[in-house]
């Protein structure tokens, strides 16, 4: 059984930085792409950023410039790093791994909150 586990998250003044990072337990599958998503209260899940098996990147554009996805397929995870963060970035950050064959799996959620 496919499990993500998600890390990094916590509470940061505006203009810090924080790391977040998304592992996959288990064997024997492939990860096609690997995505960061966000849902503030009262709004809908959001796309922050994504990263394809050849390394290719999408990001939000509130986040261009100051957010980095990468990934490490060894290791099956992911990572986001998030720069100048500001107070609109407070949310409950979901990693989202496609797996070949197996479909979507989600994490379980990690809590980012910026305030002074």
């Known amino acids: 059984q496919v499990q993500l586990v998600e890390s990094g998250g916590g509470l940061v003044q505006p203009g810090g930085s924080l790391r977040l990072s998304c592992a996959a337990s288990?064997?024997?599958?492939?990860?096609?792409?690997m995505g960061w998503y966000r849902q503030a209260p009262g709004k809908q899940r959001e796309l922050v950023a994504s990263?394809?098996?050849?390394?290719?990147?999408n990001y939000a554009d509130s986040v261009k410039g100051r957010f980095t996805i990468s990934r490490d397929d060894a290791k099956k995870t992911a990572f986001l790093q998030m720069n100048s963060l500001k107070p609109e970035d407070t949310a409950v950050y979901y990693c989202?791994?496609?797996?070949?064959?197996?479909?979507?799996?989600w994490g379980q959620g990690t809590q980012v909150t910026v305030s002074s």
């Open positions: 288990g064997s024997a599958f492939s990860i096609s792409t």
């Open positions: 990263i394809t098996s050849a390394g290719s990147t």
């Open positions: 989202n791994f496609r797996l070949v064959l197996l479909g979507n799996y």
